[in-house]
Nanobody
């Protein structure tokens, strides 16, 4: 079992930036990557990107170099992952979730509006 807690969401103007955080705890010492997903109202949840245990990252095309996933502190108990989002667009507004194996966090809301 993995517990995931996201934070860092908020309201930002188009063109602005946010950094989301995901703290994973519990059974984190596996090869499963940590993934970032998002879900906008009325739409299906979609993957944004991921980071593996050896810090290899992968991104969906729509991030187009605007998003960057990095790993912060990690020990046997806690794994901290960030997602920096730059040049945000109105269509990036969604609830953002992190995921590991079958476990999900509660999500953090990102609103992009002028």
């Amino acid at each position: 079992q993995v517990t995931l807690v996201e934070s860092g969401g908020g309201l930002v103007q188009p063109g602005g930036s946010l950094t989301l955080s995901c703290v994973a705890s519990g059974n984190i010492n596996t090869v499963n990557p940590i993934g970032w997903y998002r879900q906008a109202p009325g739409k299906q949840r979609e993957m944004v990107g991921s980071i593996t245990s050896d810090d290899t990252t992968w991104y969906k095309d729509f991030t187009k170099g605007r998003f960057n996933i990095t790993r912060g502190d990690r020990d046997d108990a806690v794994d901290l992952v960030y997602m920096r989002m730059n040049n945000l667009r109105t269509e990036d507004a969604a609830v953002y979730y992190c995921n590991k194996k079958i476990c999900w966090g509660q999500g953090t809301q990102v609103t992009v509006s002028s």
